[in-house]
C-alpha cells in the first residue's frame, strides 16, 4: 500500500536553523525537497531559451527584407527551431563547398579526367602517379624506365604524370595526392551547393517575416530571466535572516508535526500534493507482503498515483516459484537452507533468507500437488506406478500426470493455463483501479473491453477449437474444465467478445487521439494489442507446467542412471553392491546439479511473468521517488 503524503512548506529565522533541522531530525519524517536545485536548473533553462532567441532574431534581421510578404503559421519557438534547422544545413553546405573549393584549386592544374580510368590501369599493377618537379631537375634527369606526360609548367616547376610499374621515382620530384573525383564531378557539387545555400536563404527570408513575433517571445523570456535572477537574488540576501524548507511527510503524522512546529516561530503551509508534483513513495504492507518488495524494487517503485503491485503479486509468486521447482524433497531442502542462512547469516540479508523459507514452503505444497519426491510419484492410483504409497493421488496430488485413455496426461499445463487466464483478468481489474486512482475513470472502458473480450473468446474457442487449440480438451485433475466450458452456449461467449470489442471501439472513438480521423486506427492498434498480447500472455503461463515437468523429468533420469549401477539383467536392486557409491554420488550431483538449476528457474520465470505478463497488463508505470526522511541514525 502506498501512504498518502501531505507537503509542508516552512519559514523561519535563519538563527533557528541549526536547532530546527536537529529536532526535525530527531522527528524522522519528513522528507526535505532540494528547491534550490530546480530552481537553478529552471533559470537556466530560460537562459537558454533568451539565448536562442536572440541568435535568431540577430540572424533573421540580416536576411530580412523590406517586401511584404505572408509570415508562417507558427509560434515564435517553432519558428526558431526552423532557423536553427536552415542554420545547421546552411553550416553543412558551406564546409561543403569550401571542401569543394579546395579540391578545384588541387586539380586545376591537371585538367579533366576519369579517376576510373586510373583505378582501372591501377588492377593491372600500371600506375599512374602525378608529381610536381623543379624545372632544372625534370629537365636534366634521365626517363628511362618511367613514362612521363607533362601536363604544365611554370617558371619554377614541372607538373606531370608519370606511368609506372613500381619503379622508384627521384628524390626530387613530389608527389600529389588528387582528390578521387574529377574536376566536372566538384564543379556539379559545388553548384549544387550553390543552389542549396540560395535555397536556405529564401527559407530565412520567409522566416525572417515572423520577426516580430519573435523579438516578442524574446522580451517575454527575458524579462523572465530578469525576475527569475532578481528572485534568486533577494533569496540570497535574505539567507542571514531567512530560513526556507519544503518537503513531504505522511499524512497520518500531520498531527505530531503540527505540535512540533508550535515550538518554533515559523510560517507554515500544509497541504495535499497537487496533481503532476513528484511525490515521494513510502511502501507500507503486512509482514508477509514486505518479503516481496525487494522484487518490486529490481524493477521500480510504483508512482505515487498508482497502486502498489506487491500485495497482488506476492502470493502468486510465490506459489508459481514453488510450481516451477516441483518437488517435495526440493522444497524441503530449500526450506532448511534458507532457514539455516536466517539464524547464521547477517542480519541484513534476513528478509531475503524469509522469503526464501516461502519460497520452500510453497514448493513443498506445490511439490504434493505435483506428486513429486526427488523424482519418484509421493502417491499412487491411477494411472500412477511405482509409488511411494500405493493411493491418494486423486484426493493430495490433483495436478500429478496420469496415463489415460489416449496417452498421459498433464494436468498442470490446464491448470497453468487457467491461472495465467484468471492473473491476467485480475490485472485488468487492478487497471481499472489504478486508472480510477489516476483521476482517468472515463479510460476505465477501455481494460474493461479487455476483460469481456478475454472471457468470451475462451467460451468461444472451447467451441469453435481454433487452430486445433482443443480447449474443450482442458482437465485439472479429473476435472473436465473445457467440458464444463461446452455447458455454456456458443453464442454467450460471440455476444460477450463482440460486445467487449465495441466498448474498445467506444472508448478508442471518445478518449483516443485529438484527431477524429485517427481514431479508428487506435481502435484497430488496441485489438492488435489484445490479440497478440494478452493471448500471448496467458498462454506464455506454459512456462510453469514446462519448467516442473522438465525438473521432475530430469530428476527420474539421474534417479534411473544412478540405480543402474546396481540393478541386475532382471531388473532386481542390490543395495549391497560395491557399485553403491557410484549410485549415492550419482544421485547426490544429479539432484544438486538439477536442484540448482530449477531454483534458478524458479526465480527467473515467476519474474518474467510477474514484470512483463502481468506489468504490462495491468500497465504498471514505475518510477516512483522513494522517501527518505530527515533522520537520526542509530
Known amino acids: 500500500m502506498i501512504v498518502s503524503m501531505k507537503k509542508i512548506s516552512v519559514l523561519l529565522y535563519h538563527r533557528e536553523k541549526e536547532q530546527f533541522l536537529k529536532a526535525l531530525q530527531e522527528q524522522g519524517v519528513v522528507h526535505i525537497v532540494e528547491n534550490r536545485v530546480r530552481e537553478v536548473a529552471s533559470l537556466a533553462e530560460v537562459t537558454n531559451r533568451v539565448r536562442r532567441a536572440e541568435v535568431t532574431v540577430r540572424e533573421l534581421k540580416a536576411v530580412a527584407t523590406d517586401a511584404a510578404a505572408e509570415a508562417p503559421q507558427m509560434d515564435a519557438p517553432a519558428i526558431i527551431a526552423a532557423f536553427e534547422e536552415l542554420d545547421a544545413r546552411r553550416t553543412k553546405v558551406e564546409s561543403t563547398l569550401q571542401s569543394c573549393s579546395k579540391d578545384e584549386a588541387a586539380l586545376a592544374p591537371w585538367g ?44 619554377t616547376s614541372v607538373y606531370f604524370a608519370a606511368v609506372t610499374t613500381g619503379q622508384k621515382m627521384p628524390s626530387s620530384a613530389e608527389e600529389i595526392r588528387l582528390p578521387h573525383r574529377s574536376l566536372s564531378m566538384i564543379v556539379a557539387e559545388m553548384d549544387a551547393c550553390r543552389k542549396e545555400l540560395d535555397d536556405i536563404g529564401a527559407a530565412m527570408r520567409v522566416l525572417a517575416n515572423s520577426l516580430p513575433a519573435v523579438e516578442s517571445y ?29 518537503g513531504w511527510f505522511p499524512a497520518d503524522r500531520e498531527a505530531a508535526i503540527r505540535r512540533f512546529l508550535d515550538g518554533f516561530t515559523a510560517v507554515v503551509d500544509i497541504r495535499d500534493p497537487a496533481p503532476g508534483e513528484d511525490v515521494p513513495v513510502l511502501v507500507k504492507n503486512n509482514a508477509f507482503n514486505r518479503m516481496f518488495e525487494p522484487i518490486t ?68 505444497f506445490s511439490g504434493i500437488l505435483l506428486n513429486g519426491f526427488f523424482g519418484l510419484p509421493i502417491f499412487g492410483g491411477e494411472g500412477i506406478k511405482d509409488a511411494i504409497f500405493p493411493t491418494g493421488a486423486d484426493m493430495f496430488a490433483p495436478l500429478a500426470a496420469y496415463e489415460g485413455d489416449k496417452g498421459t496426461v498433464y494436468p498442470a499445463m490446464s491448470f497453468a493455463l487457467v491461472v495465467g487466464f484468471l492473473q491476467m483478468l485480475f490485472a485488468m ?3 481499472i483501479a489504478n486508472r480510477i486512482r489516476r483521476g482517468e475513470a472515463g479510460t476505465a472502458i477501455l481494460p474493461f473491453s479487455w476483460m469481456m473480450m478475454f472471457v468470451g473468446v475462451v467460451i468461444w474457442a472451447a467451441h469453435a477449437n481454433w487452430y486445433d487449440l482443443r480447449v474443450h480438451e482442458l482437465t485439472v485433475s479429473r476435472l473436465q474444465l473445457g467440458q464444463m466450458l461446452l455447458e455454456i452456449p456458443q453464442v454467450v461467449g460471440q455476444t460477450i467478445c463482440l460486445s467487449g470489442i465495441g466498448l474498445m471501439f467506444i472508448a478508442g472513438m471518445v478518449h483516443g487521439t485529438a484527431n477524429v480521423f485517427l481514431r479508428p486506427l487506435v481502435f ?59 549410485t549415492i554420488l550419482l544421485l547426490i550431483v544429479g539432484h544438486a546439479l538439477n536442484f540448482a538449476l530449477a531454483f534458478v528457474g524458479a526465480f527467473v520465470h515467476p519474474l518474467r511473468l510477474t514484470f512483463v505478463e502481468f506489468y504490462q497488463t495491468l500497465q504498471f508505470s514505475g518510477g516512483g521517488n522513494e522517501y527518505r526522511p530527515l533522520r537520526r541514525h542509530e
Open 429 to 431: 481489474v487492478l487497471q
Open 218 to 246: 524574446r522580451r517575454a523570456e527575458a524579462d523572465r530571466l530578469q525576475l527569475m535572477t532578481a528572485q534568486l537574488d533577494l533569496e540570497k540576501a535574505a539567507d542571514g535572516r531567512l530560513f526556507a524548507l519544503t
Open 524 to 582: 484497430l492498434w488496441d485489438f492488435y494489442n489484445f490479440a497478440t498480447g494478452n493471448i500471448g500472455y496467458m498462454i506464455s503461463y506454459i512456462r510453469l507446467f514446462a519448467l516442473g515437468l522438465t525438473g521432475g523429468l530430469l530428476a527420474m533420469t539421474f534417479n534411473n542412471l544412478a540405480l543402474g549401477f546396481i540393478t541386475s539383467d532382471a531388473g532386481v536392486v542390490n543395495w549391497a553392491s560395491p557399485m553403491v557409491v557410484f
Open 297 to 364: 524494487r529490481l524493477y521500480s517503485l510504483p508512482a505515487y498515483n498508482e497502486l502498489d503491485p506487491t500485495p497482488f503479486f506476492a502470493p502468486a509468486f510465490a506459489f508459481f516459484s514453488g510450481l516451477c521447482l516441483g518437488d517435495v524433497a526440493y522444497g524441503m531442502i530449500l526450506l532448511a537452507l534458507a532457514f539455516l542462512l536466517y539464524r547464521k547469516g547477517p542480519v541484513s540479508a534476513r528478509p531475503l533468507f524469509a522469503l526464501a523459507m516461502i519460497l520452500g514452503a510453497m514448493t513443498i
Open 112 to 155: 579533366e579526367f576519369n579517376p576510373s580510368t586510373l583505378d582501372a590501369l591501377a588492377q593491372v599493377g600500371v600506375m599512374v602517379r602525378f608529381f610536381r618537379m623543379p624545372v632544372y631537375f625534370f629537365t636534366n634527369w634521365k626517363w628511362e624506365d618511367v613514362v612521363v606526360s607533362e601536363i604544365r609548367r611554370d617558371d
